[in-house]
Protein backbone atom coordinates (compact mmCIF):
# COMPACT_ATOMS: atom_id res chain seq x y z
CA UNK A 1 0.00 0.00 0.00
CA UNK A 2 3.12 2.61 0.85
CA UNK A 3 4.25 1.87 -2.64
CA UNK A 4 0.85 2.60 -4.08
CA UNK A 5 0.14 6.06 -1.98
CA UNK A 6 3.73 6.98 -2.95
CA UNK A 7 2.85 6.38 -6.67
CA UNK A 8 -0.50 8.61 -6.44
CA UNK A 9 0.86 11.28 -4.06
CA UNK A 10 3.84 11.88 -7.12
CA UNK A 11 1.56 11.35 -10.04
CA UNK A 12 -0.95 14.09 -8.29
CA UNK A 13 1.89 16.62 -7.87
CA UNK A 14 2.51 16.20 -11.45
CA UNK A 15 -0.66 16.87 -12.40
CA UNK A 16 -1.18 19.58 -10.33
CA UNK A 17 1.98 21.29 -11.46
CA UNK A 18 0.98 20.62 -15.27
CA UNK A 19 -2.40 22.35 -14.68
CA UNK A 20 -2.33 23.96 -11.50
CA UNK A 21 -6.43 25.83 -12.09
CA UNK A 22 -7.54 24.33 -8.96
CA UNK A 23 -4.40 24.11 -6.67
CA UNK A 24 -4.74 28.18 -7.82
CA UNK A 25 -8.82 28.30 -7.04
CA UNK A 26 -7.40 27.31 -3.22
CA UNK A 27 -5.03 29.85 -2.84
CA UNK A 28 -6.62 32.80 -4.35
CA UNK A 29 -9.98 32.16 -2.67
CA UNK A 30 -8.65 32.13 1.16
CA UNK A 31 -6.58 34.92 0.06
CA UNK A 32 -8.34 37.40 -1.63
CA UNK A 33 -11.00 36.51 1.65
CA UNK A 34 -8.33 37.20 3.61
CA UNK A 35 -7.86 41.01 2.09
CA UNK A 36 -11.42 41.46 1.99
CA UNK A 37 -11.72 41.27 5.92
CA UNK A 38 -8.49 43.33 6.64
CA UNK A 39 -9.72 46.38 4.26
CA UNK A 40 -13.15 45.52 6.53
CA UNK A 41 -11.51 46.01 9.68
CA UNK A 42 -9.16 49.14 8.84
CA UNK A 43 -12.50 50.65 8.16
CA UNK A 44 -13.93 50.03 10.95
CA UNK A 45 -10.99 50.48 13.35
CA UNK A 46 -9.55 53.71 12.35
CA UNK A 47 -11.76 56.14 10.51
CA UNK A 48 -9.94 59.30 8.85
CA UNK A 49 -12.01 62.40 10.02
CA UNK A 50 -11.90 65.91 9.58
CA UNK A 51 -13.02 67.94 13.14
CA UNK A 52 -14.19 71.53 12.80
CA UNK A 53 -12.87 72.91 15.79
CA UNK A 54 -14.97 76.47 15.97
CA UNK A 55 -14.13 76.91 19.78
CA UNK A 56 -11.07 77.82 21.72
CA UNK A 57 -10.05 77.55 25.56
CA UNK A 58 -8.70 74.99 28.03
CA UNK A 59 -11.94 73.01 27.74
CA UNK A 60 -11.75 71.95 23.93
CA UNK A 61 -7.66 71.63 24.28
CA UNK A 62 -8.49 68.85 27.06
CA UNK A 63 -10.91 67.52 24.56
CA UNK A 64 -8.71 67.30 21.64
CA UNK A 65 -6.37 66.21 23.59
CA UNK A 66 -8.78 63.08 24.72
CA UNK A 67 -9.82 62.53 21.16
CA UNK A 68 -6.43 62.38 19.71
CA UNK A 69 -5.56 59.69 22.83
CA UNK A 70 -8.89 57.41 22.22
CA UNK A 71 -7.40 54.15 20.98
CA UNK A 72 -8.30 50.28 21.13
CA UNK A 73 -6.84 46.79 20.97
CA UNK A 74 -7.05 47.38 17.23
CA UNK A 75 -5.57 50.94 16.78
CA UNK A 76 -5.93 54.34 16.92
CA UNK A 77 -10.05 55.27 16.85
CA UNK A 78 -9.46 58.18 14.63
CA UNK A 79 -6.73 59.37 11.66
CA UNK A 80 -7.54 63.03 12.42
CA UNK A 81 -6.83 64.86 8.90
CA UNK A 82 -7.51 68.42 10.31
CA UNK A 83 -9.00 70.82 12.68
CA UNK A 84 -9.34 73.98 10.68
CA UNK A 85 -13.28 73.96 9.85
CA UNK A 86 -13.05 75.35 6.55
CA UNK A 87 -10.71 72.68 5.31
CA UNK A 88 -12.44 70.07 7.56
CA UNK A 89 -15.96 70.46 5.23
CA UNK A 90 -13.84 70.49 2.49
CA UNK A 91 -12.37 67.13 2.61
CA UNK A 92 -15.90 65.74 4.00
CA UNK A 93 -17.30 67.11 0.53
CA UNK A 94 -14.57 65.79 -1.40
CA UNK A 95 -14.81 62.13 0.43
CA UNK A 96 -11.44 62.41 1.38
CA UNK A 97 -13.27 61.69 5.09
CA UNK A 98 -15.99 59.94 6.69
CA UNK A 99 -17.05 62.66 8.14
CA UNK A 100 -17.03 65.85 9.83
CA UNK A 101 -17.31 66.62 13.41
CA UNK A 102 -18.16 70.17 14.34
CA UNK A 103 -16.81 71.67 17.91
CA UNK A 104 -19.26 74.46 17.94
CA UNK A 105 -18.09 78.08 19.74
CA UNK A 106 -20.25 77.39 22.87
CA UNK A 107 -18.30 74.40 23.67
CA UNK A 108 -16.73 75.98 26.45
CA UNK A 109 -19.80 77.37 28.51
CA UNK A 110 -21.73 74.53 27.90
CA UNK A 111 -18.96 72.04 28.74
CA UNK A 112 -18.96 74.79 32.17
CA UNK A 113 -22.84 74.23 32.40
CA UNK A 114 -22.55 70.10 31.69
CA UNK A 115 -24.05 70.05 28.68
CA UNK A 116 -21.78 70.10 26.31
CA UNK A 117 -22.64 68.91 22.45
CA UNK A 118 -20.88 68.32 19.05
CA UNK A 119 -22.21 67.75 15.76
CA UNK A 120 -21.13 65.09 13.76
CA UNK A 121 -21.82 64.95 10.05
CA UNK A 122 -21.32 61.53 8.04
CA UNK A 123 -22.18 60.26 4.53
CA UNK A 124 -22.98 56.64 5.08
CA UNK A 125 -25.29 53.93 3.40
CA UNK A 126 -25.59 51.99 6.77
CA UNK A 127 -25.82 52.82 10.55
CA UNK A 128 -22.63 51.13 11.63
CA UNK A 129 -20.04 54.43 10.86
CA UNK A 130 -22.91 56.90 12.32
CA UNK A 131 -22.71 54.58 15.63
CA UNK A 132 -19.30 54.27 16.23
CA UNK A 133 -18.71 58.28 15.29
CA UNK A 134 -21.43 58.95 18.18
CA UNK A 135 -20.40 56.58 20.66
CA UNK A 136 -16.51 58.02 20.50
CA UNK A 137 -17.96 61.39 20.90
CA UNK A 138 -20.01 60.98 23.66
CA UNK A 139 -17.34 58.83 25.56
CA UNK A 140 -14.42 61.31 25.08
CA UNK A 141 -17.20 64.34 26.25
CA UNK A 142 -17.61 61.73 29.49
CA UNK A 143 -14.04 61.40 29.93
CA UNK A 144 -13.26 65.38 29.94
CA UNK A 145 -16.44 65.90 32.28
CA UNK A 146 -15.03 63.03 34.89
CA UNK A 147 -11.68 64.52 35.11
CA UNK A 148 -13.13 67.99 35.57
CA UNK A 149 -16.15 66.59 38.38
CA UNK A 150 -15.72 62.94 39.16
CA UNK A 151 -17.95 63.54 42.20
CA UNK A 152 -21.38 63.93 39.84
CA UNK A 153 -20.75 61.03 37.55
CA UNK A 154 -21.81 57.52 37.41
CA UNK A 155 -18.44 55.29 37.83
CA UNK A 156 -18.84 51.61 36.50
CA UNK A 157 -16.30 49.43 37.65
CA UNK A 158 -15.10 46.47 35.70
CA UNK A 159 -13.44 43.55 36.88
CA UNK A 160 -12.16 41.88 33.91
CA UNK A 161 -11.01 37.90 33.19
CA UNK A 162 -7.94 38.90 31.35
CA UNK A 163 -5.44 41.86 31.91
CA UNK A 164 -6.35 43.32 28.06
CA UNK A 165 -9.28 42.54 25.62
CA UNK A 166 -8.63 40.48 22.35
CA UNK A 167 -8.29 42.64 19.55
CA UNK A 168 -10.99 42.22 16.88
CA UNK A 169 -8.13 41.33 14.32
CA UNK A 170 -6.48 38.34 15.78
CA UNK A 171 -10.16 37.17 17.01
CA UNK A 172 -10.91 37.12 13.35
CA UNK A 173 -7.82 35.54 12.19
CA UNK A 174 -8.20 32.45 13.63
CA UNK A 175 -11.63 32.51 11.91
CA UNK A 176 -9.95 33.37 8.61
CA UNK A 177 -6.99 30.80 9.28
CA UNK A 178 -9.94 28.47 9.60
CA UNK A 179 -11.43 29.69 6.36
CA UNK A 180 -8.68 29.03 4.26
CA UNK A 181 -7.33 25.68 5.57
CA UNK A 182 -10.85 24.71 5.10
CA UNK A 183 -11.49 25.56 1.62
CA UNK A 184 -8.00 24.75 0.72
CA UNK A 185 -8.02 21.10 1.94
CA UNK A 186 -11.83 20.61 0.38
CA UNK A 187 -11.10 22.13 -2.72
CA UNK A 188 -7.30 19.85 -2.87
CA UNK A 189 -9.13 16.72 -1.88
CA UNK A 190 -12.51 17.03 -3.58
CA UNK A 191 -10.96 17.68 -6.70
CA UNK A 192 -7.53 15.22 -6.68
CA UNK A 193 -10.84 12.47 -6.69
CA UNK A 194 -12.91 13.86 -8.68
CA UNK A 195 -10.26 14.18 -11.45
CA UNK A 196 -9.55 10.43 -11.45
CA UNK A 197 -13.46 9.85 -12.65
CA UNK A 198 -12.77 13.00 -15.09
CA UNK A 199 -9.30 10.80 -16.48
CA UNK A 200 -10.94 7.77 -16.87
CA UNK A 201 -8.28 6.07 -14.19
CA UNK A 202 -11.40 5.40 -11.34
CA UNK A 203 -12.00 1.83 -12.11
CA UNK A 204 -8.63 1.11 -12.36
CA UNK A 205 -7.47 2.19 -8.91
CA UNK A 206 -10.93 1.10 -7.02
CA UNK A 207 -10.91 -2.54 -8.38
CA UNK A 208 -7.00 -2.71 -7.92
CA UNK A 209 -6.02 -5.39 -4.84
CA UNK A 210 -5.02 -2.27 -2.74
CA UNK A 211 -7.86 -1.48 -2.53
CA UNK A 212 -9.46 2.35 -1.75
CA UNK A 213 -6.91 3.27 0.81
CA UNK A 214 -4.39 4.17 -1.29
CA UNK A 215 -6.58 6.39 -3.20
CA UNK A 216 -8.09 7.86 -0.15
CA UNK A 217 -4.74 8.47 1.87
CA UNK A 218 -2.56 9.87 -1.45
CA UNK A 219 -4.84 12.39 -1.81
CA UNK A 220 -4.93 13.29 2.07
CA UNK A 221 -1.10 13.61 1.48
CA UNK A 222 -1.25 15.59 -2.03
CA UNK A 223 -3.42 17.70 -0.47
CA UNK A 224 -1.17 18.50 2.49
CA UNK A 225 1.14 19.54 0.84
CA UNK A 226 -0.87 21.92 -1.59
CA UNK A 227 -3.12 22.69 1.47
CA UNK A 228 0.60 24.06 3.24
CA UNK A 229 1.42 25.83 0.44
CA UNK A 230 -1.50 27.90 0.76
CA UNK A 231 -1.58 28.22 4.85
CA UNK A 232 2.28 29.57 3.97
CA UNK A 233 0.62 32.20 1.71
CA UNK A 234 -2.33 32.86 4.25
CA UNK A 235 -0.63 33.55 6.80
CA UNK A 236 1.60 35.77 5.24
CA UNK A 237 -1.21 37.91 3.94
CA UNK A 238 -2.46 38.00 7.52
CA UNK A 239 1.17 39.18 8.98
CA UNK A 240 0.97 41.77 6.59
CA UNK A 241 -2.58 43.15 6.11
CA UNK A 242 -4.16 42.49 9.64
CA UNK A 243 -0.44 42.17 11.75
CA UNK A 244 -1.62 38.88 13.28
CA UNK A 245 0.75 36.88 15.12
CA UNK A 246 1.30 34.29 13.14
CA UNK A 247 4.99 33.52 14.85
CA UNK A 248 2.60 32.50 18.11
CA UNK A 249 1.15 29.55 16.03
CA UNK A 250 2.32 27.30 18.50
CA UNK A 251 1.94 23.84 19.58
CA UNK A 252 -1.61 24.73 21.22
CA UNK A 253 -2.76 25.78 18.00
CA UNK A 254 -0.94 22.54 15.65
CA UNK A 255 -3.87 20.58 16.78
CA UNK A 256 -7.06 22.65 15.94
CA UNK A 257 -5.29 23.37 12.76
CA UNK A 258 -4.63 20.16 11.73
CA UNK A 259 -8.39 18.73 12.83
CA UNK A 260 -9.45 21.32 10.09
CA UNK A 261 -7.16 20.66 7.39
CA UNK A 262 -8.83 16.64 7.96
CA UNK A 263 -12.18 17.77 8.30
CA UNK A 264 -11.84 19.66 5.41
CA UNK A 265 -10.00 17.20 3.49
CA UNK A 266 -12.77 14.49 4.65
CA UNK A 267 -15.81 16.89 3.53
CA UNK A 268 -13.24 16.60 -0.02
CA UNK A 269 -13.58 13.25 0.18
CA UNK A 270 -17.33 12.82 0.44
CA UNK A 271 -17.87 15.69 -2.43
CA UNK A 272 -15.38 13.75 -4.60
CA UNK A 273 -17.22 10.93 -4.52
CA UNK A 274 -20.56 11.65 -4.41
CA UNK A 275 -20.03 14.22 -7.65
CA UNK A 276 -17.54 12.66 -9.50
CA UNK A 277 -17.46 16.07 -11.01
CA UNK A 278 -14.59 18.98 -10.18
CA UNK A 279 -16.17 21.58 -11.65
CA UNK A 280 -19.33 21.32 -9.51
CA UNK A 281 -17.28 20.51 -6.33
CA UNK A 282 -15.72 24.23 -6.20
CA UNK A 283 -18.52 25.88 -5.32
CA UNK A 284 -20.50 24.14 -3.37
CA UNK A 285 -16.92 24.29 -1.31
CA UNK A 286 -17.30 27.55 -0.91
CA UNK A 287 -20.77 27.65 0.15
CA UNK A 288 -19.38 25.33 3.00
CA UNK A 289 -16.77 26.91 4.04
CA UNK A 290 -18.16 30.12 4.23
CA UNK A 291 -20.98 28.62 6.14
CA UNK A 292 -18.72 27.68 8.51
CA UNK A 293 -16.99 30.89 9.12
CA UNK A 294 -20.55 33.10 9.42
CA UNK A 295 -21.83 30.54 11.74
CA UNK A 296 -18.84 28.86 13.46
CA UNK A 297 -16.59 32.11 13.52
CA UNK A 298 -18.61 34.85 14.77
CA UNK A 299 -20.32 32.17 17.99
CA UNK A 300 -19.40 34.67 20.38
CA UNK A 301 -20.80 37.33 18.28
CA UNK A 302 -24.33 35.72 17.83
CA UNK A 303 -24.59 34.77 21.70
CA UNK A 304 -25.37 38.35 22.32
CA UNK A 305 -28.61 37.92 19.68
CA UNK A 306 -29.48 34.59 20.60
CA UNK A 307 -32.76 35.40 21.90
CA UNK A 308 -35.08 33.62 19.34
CA UNK A 309 -36.24 32.65 16.08
CA UNK A 310 -33.82 31.59 13.23
CA UNK A 311 -30.98 33.20 15.47
CA UNK A 312 -31.27 31.60 18.49
CA UNK A 313 -31.33 28.20 16.37
CA UNK A 314 -27.78 29.02 14.56
CA UNK A 315 -25.98 29.90 17.74
CA UNK A 316 -27.17 26.29 19.44
CA UNK A 317 -25.82 25.16 16.45
CA UNK A 318 -22.75 26.97 16.63
CA UNK A 319 -22.38 26.41 20.41
CA UNK A 320 -22.71 22.46 20.30
CA UNK A 321 -20.50 22.25 16.56
CA UNK A 322 -17.24 21.11 17.69
CA UNK A 323 -15.48 23.90 14.87
CA UNK A 324 -16.21 26.78 17.22
CA UNK A 325 -14.69 25.27 20.35
CA UNK A 326 -11.80 24.65 17.97
CA UNK A 327 -11.29 27.91 16.62
CA UNK A 328 -11.44 29.20 20.32
CA UNK A 329 -8.82 27.01 21.36
CA UNK A 330 -6.10 28.88 18.16
CA UNK A 331 -7.80 32.23 19.61
CA UNK A 332 -6.34 31.40 23.34
CA UNK A 333 -3.27 29.59 22.43
CA UNK A 334 -1.87 32.94 20.22
CA UNK A 335 -3.28 34.82 23.23
CA UNK A 336 -1.36 32.74 25.71
CA UNK A 337 -5.25 33.32 27.77
CA UNK A 338 -6.84 30.64 29.96
CA UNK A 339 -9.77 29.70 28.38
CA UNK A 340 -13.24 30.31 30.09
CA UNK A 341 -14.66 27.24 29.53
CA UNK A 342 -13.34 23.43 29.33
CA UNK A 343 -11.95 22.99 25.49
CA UNK A 344 -11.43 19.48 25.90
CA UNK A 345 -14.50 17.81 23.82
CA UNK A 346 -13.66 19.48 21.01
CA UNK A 347 -10.99 17.36 19.81
CA UNK A 348 -12.98 13.96 20.65
CA UNK A 349 -16.01 14.87 19.01
CA UNK A 350 -14.58 16.47 15.96
CA UNK A 351 -12.20 13.81 15.16
CA UNK A 352 -15.31 11.76 15.23
CA UNK A 353 -16.93 13.84 12.86
CA UNK A 354 -14.16 13.66 10.63
CA UNK A 355 -14.59 9.35 11.09
CA UNK A 356 -18.05 9.53 10.18
CA UNK A 357 -17.11 11.56 6.64
CA UNK A 358 -14.92 9.43 6.03
CA UNK A 359 -16.81 6.36 6.04
CA UNK A 360 -19.86 7.82 4.45
CA UNK A 361 -17.06 8.42 1.77
CA UNK A 362 -15.86 5.13 1.67
CA UNK A 363 -19.31 3.51 1.74
CA UNK A 364 -20.91 5.90 -1.09
CA UNK A 365 -17.55 4.87 -2.96
CA UNK A 366 -18.63 1.58 -2.77
CA UNK A 367 -22.13 1.70 -3.17
CA UNK A 368 -21.20 3.64 -6.50
CA UNK A 369 -18.70 0.98 -8.02
CA UNK A 370 -20.56 1.72 -11.07
CA UNK A 371 -18.94 3.19 -14.02
CA UNK A 372 -20.61 5.10 -16.93
CA UNK A 373 -18.58 5.11 -20.27
CA UNK A 374 -16.18 2.49 -19.57
CA UNK A 375 -15.78 3.37 -15.78
Avoid at 89 to 101: A, F
Avoid at 190 to 213: N, Q, Y
Amino acid sequence: MFKATRALVAKDLLVSRRNPVFFLLGVVVPLMFVLLYAFIVGAATTAPIGFAVESQGPQTQKFMQTIRSMQSEDGDAWEIRTTDPDEARKLYESGETVGVITIPASFESDMEKGRAKTEVLTRNINSDITKNLNLRMQDAIGMVQQAEDSDHLVAVKEQNRWSTDMSFTRYMGASLLMFAILYASMVNTGTLIAREWEERTAKTLVLSPKGWWPLVIGKWLTAFIQTAITMVLVGGVLWLALDYPVHRLGPGSWGPLLLFFLYGSALGVLLGVALRRSLPLVPIAAVVTLVHFLVFGFESYMRGYAHEGLVEFLWWCARFWPVSSAIDQIRYAVEGLEPYYSQSHYLLWLSAVIVALVGAAIAVLRKRIRFTQGQ
